[in-house]
Antibody, heavy 118, light 111 residues
Framework: EVQLVESGGGLVQPGGSLRLSCAAS????????IYWVRQAPGKGLVWVSR????????DYADSVKGRFTISRDNGRNTVYLQMNSVRVEDTAVYYC???????????WGQGTLVTVSS | QSALTQPASVSGSPGQSITISCTGS?????????VSWYQQHPGKAPKLVIF???NRPSGISNRFSGSKFGNRASLTISGLQADDEADYYC???????????FGTGTKVTVL
């Protein structure tokens, strides 16, 4: 089991920017796809983005495409989610996940809360 | 990004079995054996309980089992226990622009 710790959440105004970080407990994370999933207060889970082993392959949900950017620094065992032009509807707990061979999400971080409000 | 359909709530008494359904389409559940299930207790991160339709991760009780027929996947919890009271979400790989989709979520209540 890989321990994942998210950070960087907080209060941001609409149109502002925020960068989330996901730090892994070991370098083996560099062999896995890493994902971001979010959960608005009292709502369900929504997939946001993913990044491949070497950072070259990335995908985004339509709702964040063009505004969010996922990246990774394998030397620091860390994955980032740069959030630009944020909207009120981006308010959620953001989870960082390690992916498995059957497209499942094996390990989850504790989540970091992002609140978009004026 | 339409979600997979789950019942809003399911309940059962201790010791009973319950089944949660997850209905998708030909773009996801029906075409891929990449259905997984997650348990989420209040205020906690979700935890994987089933992957690849029928497989249990190490440490997950054999009271949890998964199945699939056509575009519908199911999670069965047998010998229901108080600690099983939680929200449960299914997930599937999906063809198209958005490669992953979650279910709407089911609240399980132990009576």
């Amino acid at each position: 089991e890989v321990q994942l710790v998210e950070s960087g959440g907080g209060l941001v105004q609409p149109g502002g920017s925020l960068r989330l970080s996901c730090a892994a407990s070991e370098s083996t994370i560099n062999r896995y796809w890493i994902y971001w999933v979010r959960q608005a207060p009292g709502k369900g889970l929504v997939w946001v983005s993913r990044i491949g082993y070497d950072g070259r392959s990335t995908d985004y949900a339509d709702s964040v495409k063009g505004r969010f950017t996922i990246s990774r620094d394998n030397g620091r065992n860390t994955v980032y989610l740069q959030m630009n032009s944020v909207r009120v509807e981006d308010t959620a707990v953001y989870y960082c996940l390690r992916g498995g061979a059957n497209y499942q999400f094996d390990d989850w971080g504790q989540g970091t809360l992002v609140t978009v409000s004026s | 990004q339409s979600a997979l359909t789950q019942p809003a709530s399911v309940s059962g008494s201790p010791g009973q079995s319950i089944t949660i359904s997850c209905t998708g389409s030909s773009n996801d559940v029906a075409s891929y054996n990449f259905v997984s299930w997650y348990q989420q207790h209040p205020g906690k991160a979700p935890k994987l309980v089933i992957f690849g339709v029928t497989n249990r991760p190490s440490g997950i009780s054999n009271r949890f089992s998964g199945s699939k027929f056509g575009n519908r996947a199911s999670l069965t919890i047998s010998g229901l226990q108080a600690d099983d009271e939680a929200d449960y979400y299914c997930s599937s790989y999906r063809s198209g622009n958005t490669p992953y989709v979650f279910g709407t979520g089911t609240k399980v209540t132990v009576l």
